[in-house]
């Protein structure tokens, strides 16, 4: 009844039908009908003739807000307090001047029971003896305001282990940021969960589930207050901590949730160690929190190839992102035809005579100017560049030899060496790539060396053991490259088809100063003289390292006692220098 009762009752204010008579004040048909009519909460304010703002009308959507308000003085009829806040301030400014905007959103009370309403203003026109007057409609949009905030709740937070999601995690690093610009410093922590897809797939989804739940509690336990953790990826959780000693305390939060993680976890009857990679990034003043993230991020590749938290560097951060732009670049340069091939003279160390070119690719960039092989070689392997890259190399190396025959009248009594990565033996059909070459420039096969490293033996030897027969069909030669310094056994010597081992210049090199490097080589020289292979000697710089290793029985060397890697034209000039006739 007492509720009844307020929603009937005029609010103070808001003059009775009678006392509008009385004093010439009243209100049209057609405002009354409008106000009824409407299906919004609605009421007529204005100025009476003394200046002062005065509820004249509204409807009983109207009454029946005003007495639900969580205000008891708005509830019981006193509007004195919306005058003074931000709702009658904008009222006041708007009957002055209509043209100001007139829509506004607030709240009314605090918590779980504040409302919210949407207010229109609208201008109406003056009636003689009144001030202006404007139109006053209320939308409750509580309903909504709350809707709005469950999807937001829901959008923030994962859904399998309950913590916040990424995005949650950004906004609270943004929040904390403004604190860390006041001396408080942060770290953000990315925790990577390994071989978790091996998990998944082999005891399957749900074992999955549990596994990351279990993981997500653990680290939970390896927090202290006030830090924040979130599933930021399928196998990736992010944790935010404060420092008082900076990166001392980071590294320590990274220890403690190691040690949490190295008791096994326990799914169904199996027990599993699971291990992470751990990358930190430290806070700096007005630091994007995506940026932030991202070197975290950048920082656990870091740590899963050292097998230890690791903590960025802006300088590692730089080279990375230098080798995401020559990646860019090669691509354009292979598709434009940009780079070149120098031939390094192979030399005979017994009649001194030319006896072939290692082929060598060489980058002009127009900007960066020269870049190394040792730069670029490792990005088109890691990109997969390297395919493109080698089939370039072998037709440019075949058509170069076919060339000088030309341009002599006859075939030379040189070859070609081609390096092959490890990449292209595992992912390209070699013998297809050379038997093209060689249909296309008309050369015999054993005008091509194919020089391969010891890794792409080791990687997959069955294979290797194909490649290296389908390469021995066409009559191409087969060099194993760098030998020594690799993962290579005397069982692969012995099976696959290997016509040279060429010697590391690591220890050719040491020769002149370093016992154990002369055994090394005089060791290589007997291996390959007792498996009837020949041998070629790389870093050659001086006459004594030249005369020493003829000396010892190896047949052929380079270096830059010879010559530097050259162009075409001069390579075949080199050639016909050193021939005797």
Avoid at 295 to 320: I, T
Avoid at 376 to 394: C, D, H, K, T, Y
Avoid at 403 to 426: C, F, H, M, R, T
Wanted: hydrophobic share 45%; net charge negative; charged share 25%.
């Amino acid at each position: 009844m007492q509720a009844a009762a307020k929603r009937s009752a005029a609010p103070k204010g808001v003059r009775s039908a009678a006392q509008n008579e009385t004093n010439g004040i009243r209100a049209s048909a057609d405002e009354q009908a409008l106000l009824g009519a409407l299906p919004i909460a609605a009421a007529v304010i204005g100025r009476t003739a003394g200046g002062a703002m005065r509820l004249l009308n509204c409807n009983g959507r109207f009454r029946e807000a005003l007495a639900n308000s969580n205000d008891p003085n708005i509830a019981a009829g006193d509007l004195t307090s919306m005058r003074d806040g931000a709702l009658g301030a904008m009222i006041e400014t708007y009957l002055d001047d209509p043209t100001m905007p007139g829509e506004l959103d607030f709240r009314d009370g605090e918590g779980v029971g504040a409302r919210y309403f949407r207010t229109t203003l609208a201008p109406l026109p003056q009636i003689k003896g009144q001030g202006s007057r404007c139109l006053v409609s209320v939308v409750d949009r509580t309903v909504e305001v709350q809707a709005e905030r469950a999807l937001r709740a829901e959008m923030l937070r994962d859904s399998l282990t309950g913590l916040p999601n990424r995005l949650s995690f950004t906004e609270t690093i943004e929040s904390r940021g403004v604190t860390n610009a006041r001396d408080q410093e942060y770290a953000v922590l990315v925790v990577d969960m390994l071989r978790f897809s091996r998990i998944n797939e082999s005891m399957g989804s749900l074992a999955g589930d549990e596994l990351l739940i279990t993981f997500a509690r653990r680290l939970i336990s390896a927090l202290r207050g006030g830090d924040v953790l979130a599933r930021t990826g399928g196998n990736e959780f992010g944790v935010l901590v404060g420092l008082k000693r900076g990166v001392v305390d980071a590294l320590a939060a990274a220890e403690r949730i190691q040690q949490v993680m190295a008791t096994p976890f326990k799914l169904s009857e199996l027990e599993i160690r699971v291990e992470c990679a751990i990358g930190v990034a430290l806070m700096h003043s007005d630091q994007d929190a995506e940026e932030l993230f991202r070197n975290a991020q950048f920082a656990v590749k870091q740590a899963k190839a050292a097998g230890r938290p690791q903590v960025y560097e802006p300088k590692e951060a730089s080279a990375a992102r230098r080798r995401f732009s020559i990646e860019t670049e090669l691509r354009r340069a292979l598709d434009k035809d940009q780079l070149k091939l120098f031939y390094q003279p192979l030399i005979d160390l017994k009649s001194g005579e030319v006896a072939g070119f290692e082929a060598l690719a060489r980058w002009k960039h127009d900007d960066r100017g020269e870049i190394s092989p040792s730069e670029f070689i490792p990005v088109a392997e890691e990109s997969g560049l390297i395919l493109q890259l080698g089939r370039w190399a072998m037709d440019k190396a075949a058509q170069t030899v076919a060339e000088w025959d030309k341009q002599a009248g006859e075939p030379l009594p040189v070859y070609v060496g081609v390096n092959l990565s490890a990449i292209q033996v595992a992912r390209d059909n070699i013998a297809e790539v050379v038997e093209s070459a060689l249909k296309a420039s008309g050369l015999k096969g054993n005008r091509l060396t194919l020089e391969l490293t010891e890794s792409s033996i080791v990687q997959d030897p069955g294979r290797a053991m194909r490649v290296f027969e389908a390469l021995k069909a066409l009559d191409a030669t087969v060099a194993m490259d760098d030998f020594g310094t690799g993962y290579s056994s005397l069982a692969y010597l012995q099976r696959l088809p290997i016509d040279v081992l060429k010697i590391d210049k690591s220890f050719v090199t040491g020769m002149m100063r370093d016992p154990d490097s002369v055994a090394i080589v005089r060791a290589v020289l007997s291996l390959a003289d007792a498996l009837g292979m020949s041998t070629t000697a790389e870093g050659i710089e001086t006459v004594e390292l030249a005369t020493t290793l003829a000396t010892l029985g190896c047949a052929s060397g380079q270096g830059y006692y010879f010559a530097r890697p050259l162009e075409p034209d001069a390579a075949l000039e080199y050639w016909k220098s050193r021939r005797k006739d």
